[in-house]
C-alpha cells in the first residue's frame, strides 16, 4: 500500500489479496532460481581449495540477574554465560565459488571429512 488514506473494507480485502498474489509469484520465482543455481553447482567439477576452520563463536556474558529488593523465593542472582566455540570448518571451490561447511568432528588426519 502507497498511500496513507483510510481504505474501506472491500479496497483493503483487495489489496491483501493481490499482495498475497504478488508473494505467491515471487515464491515461486525464487525456488525456479534456486532450482537452476543447483543445476549450475551440479554441473561444475568442483575443484576445491583446502579446508579451513571457521568456527562458530557465541561470546560470554553476564546476566545481571534481578533487580535487588525483588528477593523471593524465585530470585535470580547474577550468573555468567561462558564463551563459546562449535568447530566448524569451510571449503570454497576454485571454479563456481560454492562454499560448504562441516560441523562433523571427524578427521582424517587434521583435514576434516566433508
Known amino acids: ?48 581449495e583446502e579446508p579451513v576452520y571457521d568456527p562458530i563463536i557465541t561470546e560470554g556474558y553476564t546476566c545481571q540477574g534481578d533487580p535487588p529488593g525483588t528477593m523471593g523465593i524465585d530470585w535470580r542472582g547474577p550468573y555468567h554465560v561462558p564463551r563459546k566455540e562449535q568447530k566448524r570448518w569451510k571449503r570454497t571451490c576454485r571454479t563456481c565459488g560454492k562454499t560448504e561447511y562441516t560441523l562433523l568432528e571427524k578427521l582424517s588426519g587434521t583435514v576434516p571429512v566433508f
Open 1 to 48: 500500500m502507497t498511500s496513507q488514506k483510510i481504505l474501506s473494507p472491500f479496497e483493503l480485502r483487495f489489496e491483501i489479496e493481490k499482495d498475497e498474489s504478488y508473494l505467491k509469484e515471487l515464491k515461486v520465482c525464487l525456488q525456479r532460481k534456486r532450482n537452476y543455481l543447483q543445476v549450475l553447482e551440479d554441473k561444475c567439477p568442483h575443484s576445491w
